[in-house]
């Protein structure tokens, strides 16, 4: 009758390889986790400066609106608030005026710069 | 076995860390998307609306700071025939509608030009749509949309002449399941209010009116700008790290909109 040295189960060794094996793997996933809140926060800072961005632009074409003949109230101009800075240049003349607004917000460390342009009617 | 144990607890925390971070995540985002689409629909809806200042027409009907009454636009176009009791609109570029006009829950709204040598007289005359749209021609052979209504004076409508159609709409704060939603019915449709975006928090939709000097205003009419803040909230509070429960995850957005078609 000959006996085995060899027994079932798994060595010291192989258990530490799928460990690091595993381990790499959830590493991954974390950083994913990372990019993921990253992300996150881009777009809510994003839809934020769209949102200012939008308001200001109404608020300029109410203001060209407002007076007779029109546009003649609408000039550039900054403003800032709790939610971060904005400034408006606005530039042309006739029956229409082209607005650049540039809004900078900052979350943490996070910042972010946003510029649109829009065309404002001058009836 | 102790290096196995530390290296395993090690991963199940990590593991319990991500689902969090996920779960996090994903209640996030779909805040993120609550408060986007409510502010967009809201301002879409009310971007279009007419209003003539010192007591002349409105199409804001009723206003309060969580809710609204409006007739709000359907359907775009310019006419291409005007009878006594119908109306065809050209079809093509210069029509446009998500939906094609009903009778009863939509009215129409035709600009009536009148003496087309002064600017007085012009007004937009409203008519009911008594029969179900159909397709028709202009007198060119062009497609239109034929839509059936009553008391039209030809003799006031120049053609071709802008045409639209609306919808008298609410929108407000509805209860569902327990939760808080922005909801819209059709008043004209008979509708019921049905929840459209949400869960929100309680008074999670706000709407302050202004007149032309950004003065606050009760009065539809002089309404020039509106000032929308939506607020949302998770379905569910969050979990904390060691299991229990957290707090619910909130934001909001601001918005302001231009009544475009105020004067």
């Known amino acids: ?123 | 076995m102790i290096i196995f144990v530390a290296t395993a607890s090690l991963i199940y925390a990590s593991m319990r860390l991500m689902e969090k971070v996920h779960r996090t995540a994903s209640e996030r985002a779909g805040i993120q998307l609550t408060v986007r689409s409510g502010s967009q629909t809201v301002a879409a809806e009310l971007r279009e609306v007419n209003n003539v200042a010192g007591g002349g027409t409105s199409d804001l009907v009723a206003i309060t700071g969580s809710s609204v009454t409006y007739w709000g636009m359907r359907n775009s176009g310019m006419t291409c025939q005007v009878n006594n009791n119908e109306v065809r609109i050209r079809m093509g570029p210069t029509y446009s509608g998500y939906r094609l006009p009903v009778m009863i829950r939509d009215s129409l709204l035709v600009f009536a030009d009148g003496d087309s040598l002064s600017v007085a007289d012009d007004q937009w005359v409203q008519l009911p749509i008594l029969g179900p749209a159909s397709t028709s021609t202009c007198p060119d052979g062009a497609a239109a949309l034929s839509l059936t209504t009553a008391g039209l004076v030809v003799a006031d409508y120049l053609v071709p002449g802008p045409v639209r159609t609306f919808e008298l709409m609410q929108l407000a704060i509805t209860t569902s399941g327990g939760r808080q939603y922005l909801g819209a019915q059709s008043l004209s449709g008979f509708g019921v209010m049905e929840p459209v975006i949400g869960p929100l928090t309680a008074g999670g939709l706000q709407l302050v009116y202004q007149d032309q000097n950004g003065t606050p205003t009760t009065i539809p009419s002089a309404v020039r700008t509106i000032d929308l803040t939506v607020r949302s909230q998770s379905f569910r509070p969050m979990t904390t790290l060691g299991g229990g429960v957290g707090a619910m995850l909130r934001d909001s957005l601001a918005l302001r909109v231009l009544l475009r078609n105020a004067r």
């Open chain 1, 1 to 123: 009758m000959s006996v085995s040295g060899r027994k079932d189960g798994f060595t010291l060794i192989e258990v530490l390889i799928a460990i690091g094996i595993l381990s790499v793997g959830i590493l991954a996933l974390l950083q994913t986790a990372g990019s993921i809140t990253v992300m996150l926060r881009d777009g809510r800072l994003r839809t934020t400066a769209s949102a200012m961005a939008a308001s200001r632009i109404d608020n300029l074409r109410l203001a060209a609106a407002s007076t007779t003949p029109s546009c003649s109230a609408v000039s550039s101009g900054s403003a800032s608030s709790l939610r971060g800075t904005e400034s408006w240049t606005v530039a042309g003349a006739g029956r229409s005026r082209t607005v650049t607004e540039i809004v900078n917000l900052s979350h943490g460390t996070r910042q972010l710069g946003m510029t649109v342009r829009a065309t404002l009617l001058c009836p």
